[in-house]
């Protein structure tokens, strides 16, 4: 079982740069394919960025590609999720996610492992 937090959300304007970063605890983050998504009130999880478990290799939403990086460090534990020029269209609840397998997928029902999310404002 993994457990996951997030942190550094907060208000920021367009075209301005933030990191998020999620700790984990428990065994088996080393072995878990992560990912970012995020939440709009009154729509499902969008699926934003994803790593590998060794972090070779990652996937992003067409929505954030160019603009946000994702990257981990399986000794301290930590998953980051740079992102620059912030749009408002970026604005939402952004959620660490975790799964048990070697495939990057899109989907949050293949995620087992939820952090509580962490709030995105990008006023314009």
């Known amino acids: 079982q993994v457990w996951l937090a997030e942190s550094g959300g907060g208000l920021v304007q367009a075209g301005d740069s933030l990191t998020l970063s999620c700790a984990a605890s428990g065994r088996g983050f080393g072995a878990a394919t992560m990912a970012w998504f995020r939440q709009v009130p009154g729509k499902g999880r969008e699926f934003v960025a994803g790593i590998s478990a060794p972090g070779t290799k990652t996937d992003y939403s067409g929505a954030v590609q160019g603009r946000f990086t994702i990257s981990r460090d399986n000794a301290k534990k930590t998953l980051d999720l740079q992102m620059d020029n912030l749009e408002p269209e970026d604005t939402a609840v952004y959620y660490c996610?975790?799964?048990?397998?070697?495939?990057?997928?899109?989907?949050?029902?293949?995620?087992?492992?939820w952090g509580r999310g962490t709030q995105v404002t990008v006023s314009s």
């Open positions: 996610a975790g799964r048990p397998f070697i495939t990057i997928t899109h989907e949050q029902d293949d995620y087992q492992y």
